[in-house]
T-cell receptor, first 117, second 114 residues
Framework: GAVVSQHPSWVICKSGTSVKIECRSL??????MFWYRQFPKQSLMLMAT?????????EQGVEKDKFLINHASLTLSTLTVTSAHPEDSSFYIC?????????????FGDGTRLSIL | AQSVAQPEDQVNVAEGNPLTVKCTYS??????LFWYVQYPNRGLQFLLK??????LVKGSYGFEAEFNKSQTSFHLKKPSALVSDSALYFC????????????FGGGTRLMVKP
């Protein structure tokens, strides 16, 4: 069964709305979670690394004020797309590694398809 | 810096035939290598990984991959393809001496035709 839960699966909303996406690790604690963005027929682009109890680390070119990340507990990270516009429409995926060992695979949520009208 | 290349955007194969999805990588140190599969509107599912030891790694759903250090490759293979294998496949690498960040290849769409 799924070990990382992502919610919601689909969001359709008007331009200017802020949208929150949740990523939960279900049976393990994750001090680090990752947020990706995927455009149609393309690979995953790492947006930011979410760190429990501290600020997220953003990749170059990702607007911190547009994509707010909060890692409030060891099992929950949230991504808020603030004042979303049509160009923010995309597929957003979170992942979390189980433990600190680098040889372990990351576990991915099922993604959130965001459509801004 | 680490990078991954998947030279084929799409691979077409007939059901029952063997399949290969190619992957080459570049890291400064020794790599951890992973293959993931993505079905439409879903996240990524882990298939297999190479950490150390035997160069031939077996994973889920009958997939396997061969690590070739001299060619810096980690091609995904399956002896007999199924129509249900049709999906998007991603190769990923992590430097053993770096953090938890995975670097993904561009993805290869596998189409298995009946």
């Amino acid at each position: 069964g799924a070990v990382v839960s992502q919610h919601p699966s689909w969001v359709i909303c008007k331009s200017g709305t802020s949208v929150k996406i949740e990523c939960r690790s279900l049976d393990f604690q994750a001090t680090t979670m990752f947020w990706y963005r995927q455009f149609p027929k393309q690979s995953l682009m790492l947006m930011a690394t979410s760190n429990e109890g501290s600020k997220a680390t953003y990749e170059q070119g990702v607007e911190k004020d547009k994509f707010l990340i909060n890692h409030a507990s060891l099992t929950l990270s949230t991504l808020t797309v603030t004042s979303a516009h049509p160009e923010d429409s995309s597929f957003y995926i979170c992942s979390a590694p189980r433990g600190n060992r680098r040889d372990q695979p990351q576990h991915f949520g099922d993604g959130t398809r965001l459509s801004i009208l | 810096a680490q990078s991954v290349a998947q030279p084929e955007d799409q691979v077409n194969v007939a059901e029952g035939n063997p399949l290969t999805v190619k992957c080459t990588y570049s890291v400064s140190g020794n790599p951890y290598l992973f293959w993931y599969v993505q079905y439409p509107n879903r996240g990524l599912q882990f298939l297999l990984k190479y950490i150390t030891g035997d160069n031939l790694v077996k994973g889920s759903y009958g997939f396997e991959a061969e690590f070739n250090k001299s060619q810096t490759s980690f091609h995904l293979k399956k002896p007999s393809a199924l129509v249900s294998d049709s999906a998007l496949y991603f190769c990923a690498v992590r430097d053993r001496n770096a953090g938890n960040m995975l670097t993904f290849g561009g993805g290869t769409r596998l189409m298995v035709k009946p």
